[in-house]
């Protein structure tokens, strides 16, 4: 399953967040998929077209789609040069798909930073440059390699010996591997390296439980966006010690809470949806009498490896994907009623399936 890893400096309030979300999140039993592991929650998607399409079905039950965290404690400055736990931070961020970087927004007397100020970009940068020391240490080692080869005139030696000089540059730079420019071949020579700066990140700025809602007043907040706008990276604004009192309430309690706070949607709704875009994730549903669910699939595949999320079976038999889109569908009002204006389509073995499709997959046992 695919994960996204939450790193940030120490104090910065990464334990509160992952505790936010253990106890928000879903329990293992329903996603099998899932890993039993301490440092891994397990949250549940929130999107609002399963409610509708519960209404509309009525089911016997309604099963949310769900993807982890993974909390990476640990890292400090001279990560990358293997001192204390450093070493063990970077394999645990290396296997992680996306990263959720955690930065100190609050200030509190009581809490003491590890350099001493509350400086939101000089932790960023703390953190980003252990990552890319370690990525320069992969590709220098790699270059090595590639320049003998390429000596000998091996054509993919020189393109790769091509690709690697530019990320050393950029690197050397202090610049993260994403942020490199390449074309479309050499993007996936980038690939198979994987860097740690070459991981999608987003950027949670944790500010105080009074600032919540004049963040976008909060200095800390403003040097956070202006950052992450160089790298076109997106910032969710929550508050982890409001996250972790909303964690404990549920449903009516829930929203109450929330509107008391003035607040829509959680910090940690909010950061649950874009970390799911990061990973480059969409949904589709199936909807019958038993139950309506969301499955989730990476942006991309095709309809008989969405079958295989549900079973290998479904896919190994796939015949055909009934499809109809949720917009489709809710605006018919019933599967019959879709039916009969045309709007479901029996898709083949090369359908990409989209977010928002209901499917019904046929299949051979
Ligand atoms: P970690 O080391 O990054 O995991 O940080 P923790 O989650 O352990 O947080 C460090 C301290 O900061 C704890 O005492 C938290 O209660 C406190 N803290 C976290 N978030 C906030 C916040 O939004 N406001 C305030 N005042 N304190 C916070």
Redesign the pocket.
Known sequence: ALTAGIV????????????AITQAGAESANYPFCTIDPNVGIVEVPDYRLGKLTELVKPKKTIPTAFEFT?I?GIVKGASKGEGLGNQFLSHIRQVDAICH?V?????E??THVSGTVDPISDIETINLELILADLETVSKRLLRVEKMARQKDKEAVAEQEVLSKLKDGLEEEKPARAVEFTEEQQKVVKGLHLLTSKPILYVA????D?LLEADNNLNVKLVREFAATENAEVIV?????E?EIAELEGEEKEMFLEELGIKESGLDQLIKATYQLLGLATYFTAGEQEVRAWTFRKGIKAPQAAGIIHTDFERGFIRAETVSYDDLTEAGTMNAAKEKGKVRLEGKDYLVKDGDVIHFRFNV
């Open positions: 940030g400096l120490p104090n910065v309030g990464k334990s509160t967040l992952f505790n909390d404690a955690v100190r927004c609050f200030e509190d009581n809490i944790n500010v105080g439980e600032e929550i508050s982890a010690k409001v972790s």
